[in-house]
Nanobody, 118 residues
Framework: QVQLVESGGGSVQTGGSLRLSCAASGYTVSSNCMGWFRQAPGKEREAIAGIYNGGDSTSYADSVKGRFTIFEDNAENALYLQMNSLKPEDTAMYYC???????????WGQGTQVTVSS
């Protein structure tokens, strides 16, 4: 049974940083594709970062490019999202996901809330 558990969310001021973690069980983080998504109230879910090819390849949404970094720790079997230079528009529930490909995410975590105040 695959389980993804996010942590690390919280409240920060504009310009601050947070690191989100996604602990995986029943799934090897370096296999296939993993990603981070977010959803703000009243908005559609947004794909913001993906990692694939055993961690050698990454992709980012334009909204977070240059500020967020996705990476894996194979020893911990965990996925991370380092978020720097946070803005109020980054406020959302953040989810990690895993799947066979970066267009087929079968497994999702429960989410962790990030709130950025101005």
């Amino acid at each position: 049974q695959v389980q993804l558990v996010e942590s690390g969310g919280g409240s920060v001021q504009t310009g601050g940083s947070l690191r989100l973690s996604c602990a995986a069980s029943g799934y090897t983080v370096s296999s296939n594709c993993m990603g981070w998504f977010r959803q703000a109230p009243g908005k559609e879910r947004e794909a913001i970062a993906g990692i694939y090819n055993g961690g050698d390849s990454t992709s980012y949404a334009d909204s977070v490019k240059g500020r967020f970094t996705i990476f894996e720790d194979n020893a911990e079997n965990a996925l991370y999202l380092q978020m720097n230079s946070l803005k109020p528009e980054d406020t959302a529930m953040y989810y990690c996901a895993a799947g066979r490909s970066c267009v087929d995410f079968s497994y999702w975590g429960q989410g962790t809330q990030v709130t950025v105040s101005s």
